[in-house]
């Protein structure tokens, strides 16, 4: 899934960002309330959001508040070292979905991030099924059958995708945007080749329809 870090310390900031990408999230890593609330704005791509309270510029909870005023739903996981209650009790209020106090267990927030998707998404549990096929987001296994697949991360990504969107197509610009971050390039092909190589392990089942994109059959 596609994250936006709003971290202003470098260390913290940076260690947040390599730690969720081996967890499987696409992290955009921004430093400061004003930044965060324009990406908000002008992305619709970006799923969840990771906001730390003391930004410059902007203090986190104005770009909550800011953010839920606009109608914008992303689930959004506060990190505060401000472990009041009645700071906890105003983020919540505000619209946040969760709260991480400072210093926290990076396990603990993949877990967190997954809990607030799941229930955004309405899922009970974390494991996506279509037939016989069974993912699990958290752990990046997939299998048909009972038999391992044998994926590729960025198979395990696109077939995420596709099965949170089920039965919906989901389109070329919105798989590149899910997929590739603000500052990664996109070959052309690229994606066809994923799909290609996705599609054969799976042994069909993915369907292209020109202008409207790809789904699960």
């Known amino acids: 899934m596609r994250v936006l870090l709003v971290e202003d310390d470098l260390i913290l900031g ?12 696409n992290v955009e890593w921004l430093r400061d309330g004003r930044a ?4 908000l704005e002008t992305d619709p791509y970006l799923e969840l959001v990771v906001l730390d309270l003391g930004l410059p510029k902007l203090d986190g909870l104005a770009v909550l508040e800011a953010a839920r005023a606009r109608g914008d739903a992303r689930p959004v996981l ?6 009041a209650v009645e700071d906890r009790v105003t983020g919540l209020n505000l619209g946040a979905d969760d709260y991480l106090i400072k210093p926290f267990a990076l396990a603990e927030l993949v877990a967190r991030l997954h809990t607030i998707a799941r229930r955004a998404q309405g899922r009970a549990g974390n494991a996506l099924r279509w037939r016989e096929l069974l993912v699990d987001p958290v752990s990046g296994s997939a299998t048909l059958a009972g038999a391992p697949l044998g994926l590729t991360t960025m198979e395990t990504r696109i077939l995420l995708l596709l099965l949170r969107q089920h039965p919906r197509y989901v389109t070329r610009a919105r798989l590149e945007a899910l997929l590739y971050g603000w500052d990664e390039g996109v070959e052309s092909n690229t994606l066809d080749v994923h799909l290609s ?12 329809m020109r202008g409207l994109g790809w789904r699960l059959a």
């Open 14 to 25: 940076d260690g947040l960002r390599e730690g969720l990408t081996d967890a499987g999230f």
């Open 78 to 83: 506060v990190l505060t070292a401000r472990d």
């Open 197 to 208: 190589h996705l599609r054969k392990k799976l042994g069909g089942g993915i369907e292209n």
């Open 36 to 39: 965060a609330l324009t990406a």
